[in-house]
């Protein structure tokens, strides 16, 4: 079955200190990739998205992601976090063929120390 | 330009009462989605939908009932609330297939539901 896996379900980190949060998915298709970021009391909004060609995306805030085909891995990092970071991670993969569905990962409880 | 709206925003309702939670979205998109989220869970999808009228379950269906008579809402109903459906739920939607690529999701600011 497909799947996303997030193994860091907490992160406490002080502030400017570097990030890196694993993504890892189990399918041997095209895919599109997404983190997604989910605010304290609020909805999730997209950080960034992977869809084809250079596999080091930019997205808002500072966030970056490599995507690693032969790992099957979609890495999110911030090389500085800030106190405003404070937040659950989800990445998320849509396979292209197959299925309408979009697969979330568990998420990623980021807590950022002032 | 609303995006994805959803009511009610808060719900208490006893074991065994039904209601209906609402989402509707502006942006004309033909995929719309219902999850579930709950600690430690990440997100569930319970029902969705790739056009008007036409509905499939996802990973977690029981209890619920879901349509979409019109493109831009997605009703998503509890006949017989639990206490196990105590969640928050989001829904989503997307433009849907554009030649290879998919658009990512827009999501609604989520129902609090607690059944007693």
């Known amino acids: 079955a497909q799947s996303v896996s997030q193994h860091n379900h907490h992160v406490i980190l002080s502030e400017a200190a570097s990030l890196e949060l694993g993504c890892n998915y189990s399918?041997?298709?095209?895919?599109?990739l997404f983190w997604y970021v989910q605010y304290p009391g609020q909805h999730l909004q997209l950080l960034l998205k992977y869809f084809s060609g250079d596999p080091l995306v930019k997205g808002i805030k500072g966030f970056e992601a490599e995507f690693i085909k032969s790992k099957f891995s979609f890495n999110l990092r911030k090389p500085s976090v800030q106190w405003s970071d404070t937040a659950e991670y989800f990445c998320a993969v849509k396979p292209r063929s197959g299925t309408y569905k979009y697969i979330f990962g568990t998420g990623t409880r980021l807590k950022v120390l002032a | 330009n609303a995006g994805v709206t959803q009511t009610p925003k808060f719900r208490v309702l006893k074991t065994g009462q039904s209601m209906t939670l609402l989402c509707a979205q502006d942006m004309n998109h033909e995929y719309m989605y219902w999850y579930r989220q709950d600690p430690g869970m990440g997100l569930r999808l319970i029902h969705y939908?790739?056009?008007?009228?036409?509905?499939a379950k996802g990973e977690v269906p029981d209890g619920y009932n879901v349509s979409r008579l019109k493109k831009q809402n997605f009703l998503l109903g509890l006949e017989s609330a639990a206490p196990s459906q105590t969640s928050v739920y989001f829904c989503?939607?997307?433009?849907?297939?554009?030649?290879?690529?998919?658009?990512?999701?827009?999501f609604g600011p989520g129902t609090r539901l607690t059944v007693l």
């Open positions: 989503a939607s997307s433009l849907g297939t554009s030649g290879v690529t998919y658009n990512e999701q827009f």
């Open positions: 939908s790739v056009g008007e009228g036409t509905t």
């Open positions: 399918y041997g298709g095209t895919v599109n």
